[in-house]
């Protein structure tokens, strides 16, 4: 892949993000919101990739890979009016379906839209699959991690704007209750993700969230969580009692021990 294949890629997708906005600002919202959120990880992973030291050629690829990851969401959200693939369809799947029928990648090579491919179809995935190669499986973990660096920072945003200026595909209709479930904070003590179908509330999704950090792969990603304060300020969302848990504390000291 060339600067100048990428190039041609970024103008494909701006054009295919314009052809949703339909001039109603709730609509155009939850559309401004993906297409921002897919600059950013671009951004997040082309300095993940930098900082690990991948080659010129290699952040072509991976910027690709970012570019795409959430090209589904936009046919997703149009056809079903959510972000909850759960309520709606894989958004991973759909924009698979979406490079695939556009024919977007057929200028590259076979062995690129192979990755780009997986990339894209398998970001979501709750856990890496063991039979990838180890090319695929690095830039796997590339937009897996650079993802998830810009997810917290649109859940916080969100969580601290008014209801009125929220996008309302984001936040997944968990009820806003007290407490969080015992469950979900088991998960944290022991260091592992917590899965979608555990979640009771929305304290429990944040807590969710924040059991992603286990799944990170790179030093970079944890300077660049450190660097940004995003623990702290999802944390700081939540009510006391689960400010001052051991799930969270638990974490914390994950975090405070991994490298770079």
Same mark, same amino acid.
């Given at each position: 892949?060339?600067?100048?294949?990428?190039?041609?890629?970024?103008?494909?997708?701006?054009?295919?993000?314009?052809?949703?906005?339909?001039?109603?600002?709730?609509?155009?919202?939850?559309?401004? *919101?993906?297409?921002?959120?897919?600059?950013?990880?671009?951004?997040?992973?082309?300095?993940?990739?930098?900082?690990?030291?991948?080659?010129?050629?290699?952040?072509?690829?991976?910027?690709?890979?970012?570019?795409?990851?959430?090209?589904?969401?936009?046919?997703?959200?149009?056809?079903?009016?959510?972000?909850?693939?759960?309520?709606?369809?894989?958004?991973?799947?759909?924009?698979?379906?979406?490079?695939?029928?556009?024919?977007?990648?057929?200028?590259?090579?076979?062995?690129?839209?192979?990755?780009?491919?997986?990339?894209?179809?398998?970001?979501?995935?709750?856990?890496?699959?063991?039979?990838?190669?180890?090319?695929?499986?690095?830039?796997?973990?590339?937009?897996?991690?650079?993802?998830?660096?810009?997810?917290?920072?649109?859940?916080?945003?969100?969580?601290? *704007?008014?209801?009125?200026?929220?996008?309302?595909?984001?936040?997944?209709?968990? %009820?806003?209750? %007290?407490?969080?479930? %015992?469950?979900?904070?088991?998960? *944290?003590?022991?260091?592992?993700?917590?899965?979608?179908?555990?979640?009771?509330?929305?304290?429990?999704?944040?807590?969710?969230?924040?059991?992603?950090?286990?799944?990170?792969?790179?030093?970079?990603?944890?300077?660049?969580?450190?660097?940004?304060?995003?623990?702290?300020?999802?944390?700081?969302?939540?009510?006391?009692?689960?400010?001052?848990?051991?799930?969270?504390?638990? *974490?914390?000291?994950?975090?405070?021990?991994?490298?770079?």
């Amino acid at each position: 892949m060339t600067s100048d294949d990428l190039q041609r890629l970024k103008a494909w997708f701006a054009g295919y993000c314009r052809s949703f906005y339909t001039g109603n600002p709730a609509d155009d919202r939850n559309y401004a *919101l993906k297409e921002e959120h897919t600059g950013r990880v671009c951004e997040n992973i082309c300095r993940i990739g930098g900082e690990e030291g991948m080659d010129a050629d290699g952040l072509l690829l991976a910027e690709a890979i970012a570019l795409f990851h959430d090209v589904g969401r936009f046919p997703q959200y149009r056809r079903y009016r959510t972000f909850k693939d759960a309520d709606s369809a894989n958004h991973a799947a759909l924009g698979v379906t979406v490079l695939r029928e556009e024919g977007v990648l057929d200028k590259l090579a076979q062995n690129e839209q192979d990755i780009i491919i997986r990339g894209v179809g398998l970001h979501n995935v709750f856990a890496m699959p063991a039979q990838l190669d180890a090319k695929s499986a690095l830039f796997l973990k590339l937009i897996r991690d650079a993802d998830k660096l810009d997810i917290w920072r649109v859940f916080i945003d969100y969580y601290l *704007l008014p209801e009125a200026e929220r996008a309302s595909a984001v936040g997944l209709g968990f %009820p806003d209750l %007290p407490g969080y479930s %015992p469950e979900v904070a088991v998960c *944290l003590e022991r260091g592992e993700m917590v899965r979608l179908a555990t979640v009771q509330s929305l304290n429990d999704f944040k807590l969710l969230q924040l059991s992603w950090v286990f799944d990170l792969n790179f030093s970079a990603s944890f300077r660049m969580i450190r660097e940004r304060g995003l623990m702290g300020q999802l944390v700081a969302t939540l009510p006391a009692e689960a400010r001052d848990s051991r799930a969270v504390a638990a *974490l914390f000291e994950f975090v405070a021990h991994q490298g770079g």
